[in-house]
C-alpha cells in the first residue's frame, strides 16, 4: 500500500517542478521578447542617430555662420573706428 506521505511528496515535487518550468518559460519569453523589441527599434535607433549627427553638423555650420557674422560686423566696427580717428 503506497503511504499517503508519498503523495504528498510527488505533489511537491510536481509543484517545485512546474515553478521551476514557469520560471524557465519566463526567462525565455522575456529574453525572445527583448530580441523582437531590438529588431523592430534598431532602424529607429538608426534614425535617430542620423539625425543627432545631422543637428550636429547644422549646429556646427549655424556657428560658423554667425562666427563670419560677427568678424564682418568687428571689421566693419574696426573701418569705421579708424576713419573717425
Keep these: 500500500m503506497i503511504q499517503k506521505g508519498f503523495f504528498q511528496d510527488l ?4 509543484t517545485a517542478e512546474n515553478g521551476a518550468l514557469e520560471m524557465r518559460l519566463e526567462k525565455s519569453l522575456d529574453e525572445k521578447l527583448d530580441q523582437k523589441i531590438d529588431e523592430k527599434l534598431a532602424p529607429i535607433k538608426h534614425q535617430i542617430n542620423d539625425l543627432a549627427e545631422w543637428v550636429q553638423d547644422a549646429m556646427a555650420t549655424a556657428s560658423d555662420a554667425h562666427q563670419t557674422q ?3 560686423h568687428e571689421s566693419r566696427i574696426t573701418r569705421l573706428e579708424a576713419k573717425l580717428a
Design 11 to 14: 505533489k511537491q515535487y510536481i
Design 70 to 72: 560677427i568678424d564682418d
